[in-house]
Nanobody
C-alpha cells in the first residue's frame, strides 16, 4: 500500500475555486494510477476523477466534468484536483485513493486499496 495525505480543503463561496493536493509516500509513484472520491454527509462515497500513471488519461464524474481538473506531478509524488465554479452540492470530504500498483484506476470504489484521511471542502451559497 501507499500512504496518501490530502491537503488544500477549506471554506469557499459558490463560484469560487480550490486546489486539493495529495502527497504519496511511494518511491514508485509512477506505478500507481490515482483517483479522487468524495463523501457528503449521509451519502455514499462517490467517484470524482481519476488519472493514469503518466497523466495522459483522465476520467471524470458527469457532475464535475468541465469544472474540475485532475493532474499529477510524478517528480513530486503528488496528484492534484483543481476545482472551479464550485457549487454548494460539492460540499463533502474529499479523499485521494490509489488502486494496487499497475492496476488501472476506475470509478469503482472497491478497486482502490489505499486511501488518504480526507480533507473537508465546504461551499457556501
Amino acid at each position: 500500500q501507499v500512504q496518501l495525505v490530502e491537503s488544500g480543503g477549506g471554506l469557499v463561496q459558490a463560484g469560487g475555486s480550490l486546489r486539493l493536493s495529495c502527497a504519496a509516500s511511494a518511491r514508485t509513484f509512477i506505478s500507481y494510477d490515482m483517483g479522487w472520491f468524495r463523501q457528503a454527509p449521509g451519502k455514499e462515497r462517490e467517484f470524482v476523477a481519476s488519472i493514469n500513471y503518466s497523466g495522459g488519461n483522465t476520467d471524470y464524474a458527469d457532475t464535475v466534468k468541465g469544472r474540475f481538473t485532475i493532474s499529477r506531478d510524478n517528480a513530486k509524488n503528488t496528484v492534484y484536483l483543481q476545482m472551479n465554479s464550485l457549487k454548494p452540492e460539492d460540499t463533502a470530504v474529499y479523499y485521494c485513493a490509489a488502486p494496487p500498483p499497475y492496476q488501472r484506476a476506475t470509478a469503482r470504489r472497491g478497486e482502490y486499496s489505499s486511501w488518504g484521511q480526507g480533507t473537508q471542502v465546504t461551499v457556501s451559497s
